[in-house]
């Protein structure tokens, strides 16, 4: 890293021995297979087993359920390793099995649903995804139109939805549909979808960037599930997924300000060796003030970052500083990638630079997970605009 990590948040030895284990197993074992994930558009469940092995994958969960009981310090220590395996694709397939598809369940579920669903989750055995964003709806999350209607002891599901991550890779879908179309944000339910039952289909999409990640439309047609599938209260849907998208932005906000520092220093290196009229391009006044530019808003994207990361440690609420993070940490994702690939040159134009696949990649921080549009809208509401 640039800058020394915040000894309040990582200064133990216990810390630094995790960053340790997940750096090794980034360099060993995901980042030898980058490229690999990128051509199949996907990556294999092997590494899920993997990460499951290591304890990975439910950091912050109750250890009666296969988690660490550790708090969020030890996961920004995880995500900022991981997000330096060449592949944001990978990282975020990472990312909503442990803090996008899994939170409500571990937090609201009943013995039974985290007994059969997040304890296989947590030790990697099965892949989760989280079904939210319709063709209709993205960001406007109320405007869903997926409807679960209760037959006996099952819901019957109809609906689909889209630009949904793990596709083709998931086991299970934190599905959020509605339930009572006469109760306004009363009337969704967040419902565990398993992906084997009869009526369930996928279509994959073809994106321009995250391309290790398997990404698709959802298709539900009258689907069964039983009602006890219900994850926590029947009507309490919209407000448990809000707060699932709490620690979906807080991901993105460590993931995107771990890339953006790993390019801005592989870009510094390739400067430092590429000559450019007699002399190292890094040498260059006009490359300088690039540099120290990226470099500001990276260290102000992950102080704000960590500010968020302290709130949710102590128990408070983060939800307008994450909003904040994930504004100003995705528009700093955006600038850092434009600035290396020009950096770069031809070469940051191909597909095997860094600062190529970046500038596609980061486009989708500031769109994924609530666009900026809607962080500002939440924000000014928040402060009585």
Known sequence: MITTPPPDLFGTPEHELFRQTVRKFVQEEMRPRAREFDEKGRFDKTLYRRLGELGLLGLRYDPAWGGAGLDWSYTAVMFEEIAQCDNAGVTMGISVQTDMATPSLHQFGSDALRARYLV?????????????????????????????????????INGSKV????????????????????????????????????????????????????????????????????????????????????????????????????????????????????????????????????????????????????????????????????????RMARMVADHCIQLHGGFGYMKESAAGRAFVDSRLISIGGGADEVMIHYLAKLLGF
Not at 123 to 147: C, Q
Not at 188 to 207: M, N
Not at 225 to 254: H, K, S
Not at 312 to 330: N, P, Q, V
């Open 163 to 330: 630009f949904i991550t793990n596709a083709a890779t998931a086991d299970w879908l934190c599905l959020l549909a509605v339930t009572d179309p006469d109760a306004g944000y009363g009337g969704f339910s967040q419902i565990v979808v398993p992906t084997d039952a009869p009526g369930f289909s996928y279509r994959l999409l073809d994106k321009i960037g995250n391309w290790g990640s398997d990404t698709g439309l959802l298709f539900f047609e009258d689907v069964r599930v039983p009602v006890a599938n219900t994850i926590g209260e029947i009507g309490r849907g919209f407000q448990q997924q809000m707060m699932q998208f709490q620690d979906e932005r807080l991901i993105g906000c460590i993931s995107s300000n771990a890339a953006s520092e790993a390019l801005w220093e592989a870009t510094r290196k390739y400067c430092e060796e590429r000559a450019l009229f007699g002399k190292p391009l890094s040498k260059m006044q006009v490359t300088q003030f690039k540099f120290i530019e990226m470099l500001t808003q990276i260290v102000a994207a992950r102080e704000l970052t960590y500010a968020c990361i302290r709130k949710r440690m102590r128990g408070e609420d983060a939800t307008k500083e994450i909003s904040m993070a994930k504004l100003f940490s995705g």
């Open 120 to 156: 296989p989750a947590v030790k990697g055995e099965m892949v989760a995804a989280i079904a939210v964003t319709e063709p209709d709806a993205g960001s406007d999350v109320a405007g869903i139109k997926t409807r679960a209607v209760r037959d006996g002891d099952d819901w019957v």
